[in-house]
């Protein structure tokens, strides 16, 4: 895509780095992003046909805030305890509506978005899954009420139960991610001469 | 597509969704009142298992009589019990500690035994008499168990004014004032024990 969108990205990143604290968490945001991405995908379809250029963004942005509060209301109502904890993640998601919008997220084919959702859940809950395990030692804590959780350590690495721990780990899963693709495409070179 | 048609369309839209997030509000405020609600006891109640009592203590506040103790001030208690029986009595205790006010919520048995202390505010050095305001809470666990008679009124101070119990390093003024108002929570049980559990017991 063109290179603002690299810019746009990034405001996805406070999302991501703040609701990853915890598995349990993830998840929920996960679902509570979902059902307004879904949603708010829905309702903007016969809008596009009548809107377009700034009122379409200004309708986008109408939406965005609507279903994203409603969604936040119904949240405290079913979630309190989740709410109070990374309920001020929840307004974001309007953001990220209004930025996929713009980036022509609901444009694209099916196939197209179930790929780059799929690759989005799959990043936060990795991430999540890592933060929980290494920054408190256990996973899944939370999920269930007579569950504990896999315990694997009592204690873990305070810093990645904080955002910049968070932030340190994606870089180093960006790292990781690169070095792999490097060395597979030089393990192909040598293969091919 | 004209502009007065879209900012019809931006308008009704602006509409909706005021109206929209409107009603959810007022449908579900109630809801997330008593879930606030159930939230606040279930954190001012954890000293007592959660399958322990059935009734909502915080609704029903005891009405208590010669309030103040010697080193302490009751400033609310609450009776807990399970089937119509009572097991348990919370008193919201304010004694003065090093830094300030110092107020615990200390529960008590029907038979008079202590069945757990928690700290509910506190001024205290943080990282020393601080460490009262944490919970879990080690020091305040071996508390549990003791009653007014078990260890004997001598007993009951710290092991620097002879007493048997350990203090928190460092904070001699808080843990004394905490070991004395929790003495003073199971004296003043002791004493109204009958108006404290109830008619029915």
Redesign the interface.
Known sequence: MSRPTNLTNTLMLMLLLGTSATLSGALGMLLMASSVVVVYGTCIGP?RS???GN?LM??SV??A??VT??AN??A??WA??WH?ALGVYGGLIALQCVVLEYNGFFRQALAQRLRFFGLASGLLLALAALRELFGQGHLGRGLSEHWQGLVLFSDGLHLLTLVPGAFILLGLLLAARQAWTRSNALSKETHHP | MNRAASVITLALMAGTGLGLTYMVQRVSAPQIASEQRLLDSRKLLDVLALDAYDNQPLEQPLALTDTTLSHSTLLAGYRASKAGLPVAVLLRSQTEGYAGVIELLIAIDANGRLLGVKTLRHNETPALGGLIGDWPNHWLATFTGKSRNAPDDAGWALKKDQGQFDQLAGATITSRATVNAIHDALRYFDEHRATLLGSGS
Do not use: E, W, Y
């Open positions: 809008l009548k809107l377009s009122s200004l309708a109408l939406l805030a609507t509060s409603c209301i119904l405290q109502r309190l305890q109070q």
